[in-house]
């Protein structure tokens, strides 16, 4: 029920917020694994709702066997298909989970899904609320702006999270857009 009002309560990336500058967080996310599908980016699709998450539900198994061969060996030596949690947020390009390293996952028998090692890795984040399209566009120059105006370089490809499931009444949806940072210098902590 609290999906509907824009609760999250599925496991989510995890990081560490390093400084807030207004709006925009700096992040240090942890070492993760993400799924990744193939998908045709053009504008229709992301408007109108990829093909590529209902290929990302069937490998973690929503509604039915999962399309994955399991860690877990049967009689006849293949992997038995594994359950997967849901998580959050799913990005346009990754989305991460459960796992830290590829070996740990079960491996995908779609020959469009994949696997990817996310490095633990530094982000400038822009949260908002409500949809995410059209959106994307003007928040993800404020957080570009942003950054350059506090003088965080960025590679300047942003790239869209949403954590909420459709049902999730629109104005309550939570996103951020992400971009990566480069060459950020974590500050020094304060001695206690």
């Not at 500058?21 to 993400?34: G, L, P, S």
Request: charged letters at 30%; a negative charge; glycine letters at 6%.
């Amino acid at each position: 029920m609290t999906t509907i009002f824009g609760g999250v309560n599925v496991e989510q990336y995890k990081y560490d917020t390093i400084e807030k500058k207004e709006k925009i967080e700096v992040r240090k996310y942890h070492q993760a694994v993400q799924v990744c599908v193939k998908m045709n980016n053009n504008e229709e699709e992301r408007k109108n709702g990829s093909k590529a998450f209902p290929q990302l539900a069937k490998y973690i198994g929503v509604f039915q066997t999962p399309e994955n061969k399991g860690k877990v060996l049967t009689d006849d030596s293949e992997g038995a298909p594994t359950k997967i949690a849901m998580t959050a947020p799913v990005v346009i390009a990754e989305a991460q989970g459960q796992y830290q390293k590829i070996d740990e996952c079960p491996e995908p028998t779609n020959p469009n899904v994949w696997l990817e090692e996310l490095p633990p890795k530094f982000c400038g984040v822009l949260p908002f609320k409500g949809r995410a399209h059209p959106q994307e566009k003007e928040r993800s120059e404020e957080l570009l702006r942003g950054l350059d105006d506090a003088g965080i370089k960025h590679d300047g490809k942003w790239r869209v999270a949403q954590f909420n499931p459709p049902w999730c009444i629109p104005m309550l949806r939570y996103n951020e857009i992400i971009v990566d940072l480069v060459d950020y210098v974590e500050p020094p902590q304060p001695q206690e």
